[in-house]
Antibody, heavy 117, light 107 residues
Framework: QVQLQESGPGPVKPLETLSLTCAVS?????????WDWIRQPPGKGLEWIGR???????YYNPSLKSRVTMSVDWTENEIYLKLSSVTAADTAVYYC??????????WGRGTLVTVSA | DIQMTQSPSSLSASVGDRVNITCRAS??????LAWYQEKPEKAPKSLIY???SLRSGVPSRFSGSGSGTDFTLTISSLQPEDFATYYC?????????FGQGTKVEMK
């Protein structure tokens, strides 16, 4: 059974960098597929952040592109998200998901990141 | 960006009811559309991809239809576990975008 688990350091201060990890179990990310990050601000809808392929190529949402970096560690079987210069607008539940061809088949439960001084 | 508009934003229904949720794309997306179910404190669940293909393990009371700009998610007989929020998502073009969600509540 494929499982994804997001984790992060907790609250982030404005203008700092948000760093999240997505640990994948039940599937080796080196085998294929892309891996995406999606977020949901409180009381709002879902926003796609970007994707990284198993080979490391990336595509980011243009609205966040200047602040986003995604990476993978095949040995740890983890995917990473960094979002720089955060503001209160970046407060959200952040999800990672497996992406076979654009339609996500497995999601994590998400992790709430609060940006606050 | 391709805008996805869902309707209604919420609905009240009873167990056994037939429920239809529509999703309209601002431009043609062929059949590159997925549907997801979201419940509090749980991972979103993939229901349908390619507009009408049911994910393995998803009950057959869920079905999807449509192509181009207009799509529908149908729950043929609503069950207690189906009260949730549903989202459509297009993956015809980057950036991927979602509808605003439809909350299905108990009448």
């Amino acid at each position: 059974q494929v499982q994804l688990q997001e984790s992060g350091p907790g609250p982030v201060k404005p203008l700092e960098t948000l760093s999240l990890t997505c640990a994948v179990s039940g599937f080796s990310i080196s085998r294929g597929y892309s891996w995406d990050w999606i977020r949901q601000p409180p009381g709002k809808g879902l926003e796609w952040i970007g994707r990284i392929s198993h080979s490391g190529s990336t595509y980011y949402n243009p609205s966040l592109k200047s602040r986003v970096t995604m990476s993978v560690d095949w040995t740890e079987n983890e995917i990473y998200l960094k979002l720089s210069s955060v503001t209160a607008a970046d407060t959200a539940v952040y999800y990672c998901a497996r992406d076979p061809e654009g339609a996500f088949d497995y999601w994590g439960r998400g992790t709430l990141v609060t940006v606050s001084a | 960006d391709i805008q996805m508009t869902q309707s209604p934003s919420s609905l009240s229904a009873s167990v056994g009811d037939r429920v239809n949720i529509t999703c309209r794309a601002s431009q043609g997306i062929s059949r590159w559309l997925a549907w997801y179910q979201e419940k509090p404190e749980k991972a979103p669940k993939s229901l349908i991809y390619a507009a009408s293909s049911l994910r393995s393990g998803v009950p057959s009371r869920f079905s999807g239809s449509g192509s181009g700009t207009d799509f529908t998610l149908t729950i043929s007989s609503l069950q207690p576990e189906d009260f949730a929020t549903y989202y459509c998502q297009q993956y015809e073009d980057y950036p991927y975008t979602f509808g605003q969600g439809t909350k299905v509540e108990m009448k």
